[in-house]
């Protein structure tokens, strides 16, 4: 008898995140570059082509949520409310992951982010490799490039536009920047809360400069 296929893809994403928590632990307990592929696959029980069937490169385990972030937010700006501008569309974004302490920007011990994160240990281990640190620096290149394409469809314009391409670039360093603020905080003070206030406090000033940025174009 076949396995339906909602419980072969139920089955693969609970092996794809065993993977990614037993890799996960062995990165913030020994540094990511003293971490193989088999010690991973060791620890998470499974076979070394296993864990490359679920993640091509090692990098891909640490930043295991990039992909749901980028679906985020292609999703806000596909759902908005055409009352409220895109560049709105994603401030408001970023309030409503702070209301629901989505793990982008939860700031807890153990939290991990797509931008920046907000868990001590999850900072340090890509201070620690330069493998992570130039991954971190693609990812974010990666983003931008995604934001920009999703604003123009938003408002029906080709792929490239300079506008949303401009818009992105300053949206992904405000929040850049308002997370590693956050992160700082946290680090210094281990204040949640303090942490939410200072994040969300960058992203609404950054966002008041883009807005004015853009003024006169259909993202603003």
């Not at 794809?16 to 570059?33: H, K």
């Not at 302490?101 to 807890?108: G, K, M």
């Not at 971190?136 to 123009?152: F, G």
Request: hydrophobic residues 45%; negative net charge.
């Amino acid at each position: 008898m076949s396995i339906p296929s909602d419980l072969r893809s139920r089955k693969r994403l609970a092996m794809r995140q065993g993977i990614s928590n037993a890799a996960t632990l062995l990165f913030q307990e020994r540094g990511f570059d003293h971490v193989t592929v088999d010690d991973i696959a060791a620890a998470a029980d499974v076979g070394r082509m296993t864990v490359f069937n679920h993640f091509p490169r090692k990098e891909d385990m640490f930043f295991d949520r990039d992909e749901e972030g980028r679906e985020m937010l292609r999703e806000a700006l596909r759902q908005r409310d055409p009352h409220i501008s895109p560049l709105e569309t994603l401030r408001l974004l970023a309030h409503r992951l702070v209301a629901e302490e989505r793990p982008y920007v939860r700031f807890a011990a153990g939290a991990r982010g797509f931008i920046s994160a907000a868990s001590q240990g999850f900072i340090e281990t890509i201070e620690g490799s330069e493998t992570l640190k130039a991954r971190a620096r693609a990812i974010r290149d990666e983003i931008a490039q995604v934001i920009a394409v999703a604003l123009a469809e938003s408002v029906k314009r080709e792929p490239g536009d300079p506008d949303a391409e401009l818009a992105a670039g300053l949206l992904l360093a405000t929040w850049t920047v308002a997370l590693i603020q956050a992160h700082l905080c946290f680090r210094q003070k281990q204040d949640a809360d303090e942490a939410k206030t200072i994040f969300l406090a960058l992203v609404d000033k950054g966002s008041t400069g883009i807005q004015a940025a853009m003024a006169g174009t259909a993202y603003a």
